[in-house]
T-cell receptor, first 113, second 112 residues
């Protein structure tokens, strides 16, 4: 069974632009979570989707948004990019919502110049 | 104070040593996860536990719900165990049910 895939793997943007990242979960997994990892803040929860509905949201500004499609694939969008948005963005999938083992993708490395 | 605290932040060991990484949490949790991240690599889930103890190969994870504390042990450590180990708590209830809160990570280096 294929693992969690994320595209693109690397991305360079400039301040003010917007970006869309994609995540394909393991087949059969219906829950997708997104995380931001930076050297200063470590791993932080962004949001979680299950059955096309956002079930949980972390403490991030409204510039960060996401969605999930009927095939469980998910996208996250960051508008009006800031230098501080430079980070590794990870998604993880699990079978069910809540207490379940999470399977992480390789991440998308976003650099904002 | 972070909701999930790990210690130590950095750990250096010689090959073969027994290693312990600790994790304390202040939130109500439904599960505690131990994750491993190699340099430049993705994150792998090692354990998810809500009570007692789990073992996989040379790795052992324990949790004490009353004391809100978990430990990850590595027996007979090897240089390939060098990685960042992260504990994460799954929030138990309310509007944050299922949300993962992460510790800051422990950087483990095992020398041959």
């Amino acid at each position: 069974k294929a693992g969690v895939t994320q595209t693109p793997r690397y991305l360079i943007k400039t301040r003010g632009q917007q970006v869309t990242l994609s995540c394909s979960p393991i087949s059969g997994h219906r829950s997708v979570s997104w995380y931001q990892q930076t050297p200063g803040q470590g791993l932080q929860f962004l949001f979680e989707y299950f059955s096309e509905t956002q079930r949980n949201k972390g403490n991030f500004p409204g510039r960060f948004s996401g969605r999930q499609f009927s095939n469980s694939r998910s996208e996250m969008n960051v508008s009006t990019l800031e230098l501080g948005d430079s980070a590794l963005y990870l998604c993880a999938s699990s079978l069910v919502l809540g207490v379940d083992t999470q399977y992480f993708g390789p991440g998308t490395r976003l650099t904002v110049l | 104070k972070n909701e999930v605290e790990q210690s130590p932040q950095n750990l250096t060991a010689q090959e073969g040593e027994f290693i312990t990484i600790n994790c304390s949490y202040s939130v109500g949790i439904s599960a505690l996860h131990w994750l491993q991240q190699h340099p430049g690599g993705g994150i792998v889930s090692l354990f998810m536990l809500s009570s007692g103890k789990k073992k996989h190969g040379r790795l052992i994870a324990t949790i004490n719900i009353q004391e809100k504390h978990s430990s990850l042990h590595i027996t007979a450590s090897h240089p390939r165990d060098s990685a960042v180990y992260i504990c994460a708590a799954t929030n138990a209830g309310g509007t944050s049910y299922g949300k993962l809160t992460f510790g800051q990570g422990t950087i483990l280096t095992v020398h041959p």
